[in-house]
């Protein structure tokens, strides 16, 4: 299980990784020879029955280990289409072939997978498909709301991928070890905070938790929760940049505080000291999404019956407010010879009861349709990992507790890079993460008014 999830977290850290030079391929637009032509209004069931009943070969890009199970699932319901599925890499790689098959006109792929955060940068350049046309009118509803947001353009018209995993963020923690220093599960920020430095206080060899500097991700869900909207788009020249608002420095003052009292670690994380530190008790809990607690199982086998699951803390009390950190969406690349055929495969693979079980039960991705979320022999799931916990279920309650109205910058590869040397530095340097924040504020507008976007006041 373990395999599964680290091919996701790695594909994060690479993008987060991608150098300046890629994101000059970021607005490419689709380059030459013939691309699928624009429609005025929905296709006719006809037209899709005609289209799946006729020879056809696809070109899936993907990362997901073992898809061709679900791939030969479509198959079987569509024996005229055939889908080759190809690994180009993962994170940075994946895009960075994808840019350039682009920009050449030639060797892009008919779907492809793309991060929910990613989804703008492509869509700038006019290089995929609006799935509007393609797809049954009332789709969004077999999705949780702020899931299908993620894959629409940023003016609610078009859409630009269906779904496939998310990451909404929960806390897993070591029930043992905080039973032991008689520590409650905390509910809140600030009980986490003093839960941190009682139990760091107690035992100098632990900590409750350990925030990374390499992993922008994870900041930018805390941001998310926090109630900060750092990042916007308008789908055309303007971006919104606004990591200095009351929300954004409240996150940074708040863990920057706990750094500088040596109540929280700042290893890296997906490297062999975090995993050991996971495994061996130095990090008595998690703040994961919805794909860790699998991830964990295969990291920490040794520690199987110790671990459960929680809501994340609130910054208020009473409230119940979650965010989202990773998940990914099939889009169809608008250069594709067969529109119809493609968005059928990009729709059915994801959206299909049987494929969509299937990657929730065999390839561990947290599902993004509510008939997945709400079936009993998913959620009803007890893990004995978990102390017999349904984990399953707790986080597709988390899921239901996302904000939807979170956007990004069509160049979030340059953005997590620009983290990760200021902000990321700071956690790593224990130095001020306000003055971090502001520095990567400035490196964001610098880039965006270089590369010829309008920065909103």
């Not at 940068?121 to 947001?149: M, Q």
């Not at 920020?189 to 003093?194: E, L, P």
């Not at 925030?211 to 900060?228: R, V």
């Not at 008790?281 to 671990?307: C, D, I, M, R």
Request: hydrophobic share 45%; charged share 20%.
């Amino acid at each position: 299980m373990s395999r599964t999830i680290t091919w996701r977290r790695k594909a994060a850290a690479l993008t987060a990784g991608v150098g300046v030079a890629a994101l000059a391929l970021t607005a490419c637009s689709g380059g030459g020879g013939d691309t699928a032509e624009e429609t005025t209004g929905p296709v006719s069931q006809a037209d899709i029955d005609e289209a799946m009943q006729t020879p056809t070969e696809l070109v899936f890009w993907t990362w997901v280990p073992d898809i061709e199970k679900e791939v030969a699932l479509f198959e079987a319901a569509y024996p005229a289409i055939d889908v080759k599925v190809v690994n180009v890499g993962q994170g940075a790689d994946h895009y960075q072939k994808m840019r350039s098959a682009l920009e050449a006109g030639e060797g892009a792929p008919d779907v492809a997978q793309v991060e929910f955060q990613h989804l703008q940068s492509f869509a700038l350049g006019d290089n995929l498909l609006d799935l509007t046309s393609y797809l049954p009118e009332d789709v969004s509803g077999d999705y949780v709301d702020w899931i299908w947001e993620q894959v629409l353009s940023t003016d609610g018209e078009k859409v630009w991928g269906v779904p496939q995993d998310s990451g909404p963020m929960g806390l897993l923690y070591r029930d043992d070890i905080l039973a032991a220093h008689g520590i409650e599960v905390p509910t809140t920020w600030d009980a986490f905070a003093q839960a941190a430095t009682d139990l760091h206080a107690a035992d100098p060899n632990v900590y409750l938790t350990n925030l990374p500097g390499n992993d922008m991700g994870q900041f930018t869900a805390l941001l998310w929760q926090a109630g900060a909207r750092p990042f916007g788009f308008d789908g055309d020249q303007t971006v919104t940049i606004d990591l200095m608002s009351d929300e954004a420095t409240q996150v940074a003052q708040y863990w920057g505080d706990l750094i500088a009292a040596d109540a929280v670690s700042v290893d890296p994380d997906f490297t062999d000291p975090w995993y050991q530190g996971l495994a061996n008790g130095k990090y008595a809990s998690w703040v994961a999404a919805a794909w860790g607690p699998v991830f964990l199982q295969g990291t920490a086998e040794n520690t199987s019956g110790l671990w459960r699951a929680a809501k994340s803390p609130q910054w208020a009390e009473g409230d119940d407010v979650s965010a989202n950190w990773g998940g990914s969406s099939d889009a169809v690349m608008a250069s594709t010879k067969n529109p119809i055929a493609a968005s059928q495969l990009a729709l059915w693979i994801n959206n299909d009861k049987e494929s969509a079980m299937t990657m929730a039960t065999e390839q561990f991705l947290f599902p993004t349709t509510n008939e997945v979320l709400e079936d009993p022999a998913w959620a009803d799931e007890a893990s004995e990992f978990y102390g017999g916990q349904q984990v399953n279920k707790l986080f597709a309650e988390i899921s239901g507790t996302v904000e939807a109205d979170f956007g990004w910058l069509p160049f979030m590869d340059y953005a997590y890079s620009a983290g990760e040397q200021t902000v990321g530095k700071a956690i790593a340097d224990k130095t001020d993460l306000v003055e971090a924040m502001q520095a990567w504020q400035d490196a964001l507008v610098t880039y965006a008014e270089q590369q010829g976007f309008t920065v909103a006041d």
